[in-house]
């Protein structure tokens, strides 16, 4: 099934919706997961993407994204400018993956206070995008949700306690997947939730011993 917005396609600023509108929502999707505002991006594309990623605006809609600009801001056009403008330093490089989708970019990010976050995507197609890994761990994140990503101790019972937090203030899950590198080591959860977090609850999901680290994610 499909509305009449995945037909017609998304509001943007650009000339295509997989080149553009799709980068954008990549940028600003690795901006998310960075959680502050970044000063060095270095971006790989594939495929497509790194054959007319000028032509097509590619380029600026993800330094955008990386701006936090959405996909509809006018400003898309002047984004490789007002990075510099902004302290943004960024790189593009064009790469051969294996058994990508056409429309991907790697992109490694470096915030204001030296976090790192490198997100690996893909524009598939009417603005919509698919994350497939964060730092090294496969996910699979669409940006139509609001999300709770934690990273923790690969031990049992730590999905239930945080599950059981969201459970106590009546959030109700999409999706769920979990991603480890190995047993009993780290691990990555990734919720898609029907609302967003409270500050409250992300608080308390941060408490369960086992989490290293929780962030939300907006829907975008």
Sequence with gaps: MH???????????????????????????????????A?????????????????????????????????????IRDALTMAKKQGLDYHFQNVQLEQAHPNTAVIHLIGVTGRTARV???????????????????????GMYPALITIHHDRPGVITKVTQVLARYEVNIAFMRVSRHS???MAMMILELDEPLSDEVLDECREVYEVEHAFAIPAI
Aim: no cysteine; charged share 20%; aromatic share 6%.
């Design 120 to 142: 690996r995507g893909s524009s598939v197609g009417g603005g919509n995008i698919r994350i497939t890994n964060i730092d090294g761990y496969e996910v699979e994140l669409t």
């Design 183 to 185: 047993r009993g080591e």
């Design 3 to 37: 509305g009449v917005f995945d037909i017609v396609g998304p509001v943007m600023i650009g000339p295509s919706s997989s080149h553009t509108a799709g980068a954008a929502r990549l940028g600003l999707m690795a901006r998310k997961i960075l959680g502050e505002p």
């Design 39 to 75: 000063v060095r991006a270095d971006i790989n594309l594939h495929g497509s993407f790194a054959q007319t990623y000028r032509g097509h605006g590619t380029d600026k809609a993800l330094i955008a994204g990386i701006l936090g600009f959405t996909p509809d801001d006018e400003r």
